[in-house]
């Protein structure tokens, strides 16, 4: 019996999972799809969940004026950015409750059916069970949907997060270690002890639901191609029970999109909290290769790039010190520790933008990175450090607010971080995903409206790629 607890040897794990024909996959999926007439919204809790797709808009409010252009698009699917990973409880309550009423709301004017999936960390953290939870409600008491279940799918191929025999892994080099066991799982606000899916579910749920009354859907099933047997599983799913996904790789997710296509034509009604993966293949966004410097920077510039890190990840942290090997790239610690000397702190924010527009107009490019350390303020002050976070937070998206010069690009490091500079730096009320610069790294083109309109802007997840994959990207963009 595998225990939830023990790490495994990743080759072992993935040569012992059955193949299948995934030509044959492909062809049932694209009928599946072809009348599947019901728009997708995905609501991303941080920018990082556009990274397996790509000509697909991203809307950085819920207004009713957004959501119906979304509906209006020709494309089946849109995200819309909560960002909520970022924010209270509270927030990310009323905000749910906001985003659901309205996208009733235009459902309704346009006669539409539509599927939500609640996008969250593929390391299973986030504002869970609570989000799924508010929209469930507000879209029952507003229209006449009952949920059935909740799709439970935390799979993410590029990052490395896999899911076996129902426990949840993050991939560690040749290991596959249980996320239980990760520094993902030991996060301040997000954090919990569960590996297997059932078990977590129950533990984030305090109980109300369990690992018992979930359904499982094994890799055996999925290689086998039991379609009808995985259509009637999720068939027999009542009371908002979960359902729990097990995949390594995306014909597992086609697989499982075929019967969940099928659960919902015939009826079914099911909420989804899902990684990234789900997205693309339910959306129909087809394979594209990596985006080169040509296809992100159509206008010559002589001006640098500019590089903001704040995710405090340890993998960011090795990722940093890698980047600092590039001798064409100038660096600057903002000691963002000096938020506690308001004066001295306010004198730190002014030197740091200052610096930056001397040097990226002189053709420089620059990495602004915050100081690695934590501020910890020590025993039940949580509450305090959240408010000198957001006022951190602040201070690095005003580099990009306060800045004359345009950068030739600009890459945000962490969740976050990219959130704050793409919504409030750069203003951005629409933007296009163009793909991704690396496995799991999108680029946004900014809309017309924004403060720098078509710039290449990487969202770089904290938990993403090895330690050279931020050197890498930064120089396809400055070759």
């Not at 609501?43 to 950085?60: N, R």
């Not at 996904?245 to 019967?259: E, G, Q, S």
């Not at 890190?309 to 100038?330: D, N, Y």
């Not at 345009?406 to 203003?427: C, F, H």
């Amino acid at each position: 019996m595998i225990k939830s607890n023990e790490k495994r040897v990743a080759k072992d794990v993935f040569n012992s999972i059955p193949s299948v024909d995934e030509n044959v996959v492909n062809e049932i999926l694209q009928k599946e799809l072809v009348d599947f007439n019901k728009k997708i919204i995905v609501l991303d809790d941080d920018p990082t969940g556009v990274q397996t797709i790509h000509d697909i808009s991203v809307y950085t409010d819920w207004s009713v004026d957004s959501i119906t252009k979304g509906f209006l698009e020709e494309k089946s699917m849109f995200f819309i950015l909560t960002n909520s990973r970022g924010l209270t409880e509270d927030e990310t309550e009323k905000a749910h409750k906001e985003i659901a009423a309205n996208v009733v709301e235009v459902a309704k004017k346009y006669n539409k059916e539509f599927v939500i999936i609640s996008r969250g960390d593929s390391t299973l953290r986030g504002h869970y069970p609570l989000e799924t939870e508010v929209l469930k409600d507000t879209v029952e008491t507003d229209a006449d949907i009952k949920f059935d279940g909740e799709v439970i799918f935390p799979f993410f191929k590029e990052g490395g997060r896999f899911t076996v025999d129902n426990i949840h892994y993050v991939q560690y080099d040749e290991y596959l270690v249980p996320a239980g066991e990760t520094e993902f799982a030991k996060d301040r606000t997000f954090g919990y002890e569960r590996s297997h899916l059932g078990e977590w579910v129950e533990e984030k749920s305090n109980g109300q639901f369990t690992a018992e009354n979930t359904t499982y859907i094994s890799l055996q099933q999925i290689r086998a191609l039991d379609i009808d047997g995985i259509t009637n599983q999720l068939l027999a799913v009542q009371g908002f029970n979960k359902v729990i996904v097990n995949a390594v790789d995306y014909v597992d997710v086609k697989i499982l999109t075929i019967a969940l296509v099928k659960a919902m034509k015939i009826g079914k009604d099911f909420m989804f909290r899902s990684a990234a993966a789900l997205t693309k293949i339910i959306g129909g966004v087809s394979d594209k290769g990596l985006l080169t410097k040509e296809e992100l920077m159509k206008e010559k510039s002589e001006n640098g790039g500019l590089i903001i890190v704040g995710s405090h990840v340890k993998k960011t942290t090795e990722q940093l010190e890698e980047l600092k090997t590039c001798s064409f790239i100038e660096f600057i610690e903002f000691n963002c520790h000096l938020v506690l000397e308001p004066d001295r702190f306010k004198e730190e924010i002014n030197r740091v933008i200052e610096t930056c527009e001397s040097l990226i107009s002189s053709g420089k490019t620059v990495a602004v990175y915050t100081k690695r350390e934590r501020l910890d303020l020590g025993e039940n002050k949580k509450k305090e450090e959240l408010m000198l976070s957001v006022k951190i937070s602040d201070a690095v998206t005003s580099i990009v607010q306060r800045l004359k010069v345009r950068p030739n690009y600009i890459v945000a490091k962490g969740g976050i971080t990219s959130s704050d500079i793409g919504v409030k730096g750069l203003e951005v009320k629409r933007a296009t995903v163009a793909g991704q610069i690396k496995p799991g790294i999108p680029v946004w083109v900014t809309g017309t409206e924004s403060k720098f309109p078509g710039i290449a802007y990487v969202i770089f997840p904290g938990n993403v790629g090895t330690k050279d994959t931020l050197r890498e990207a930064v120089e396809i963009l400055s070759r």
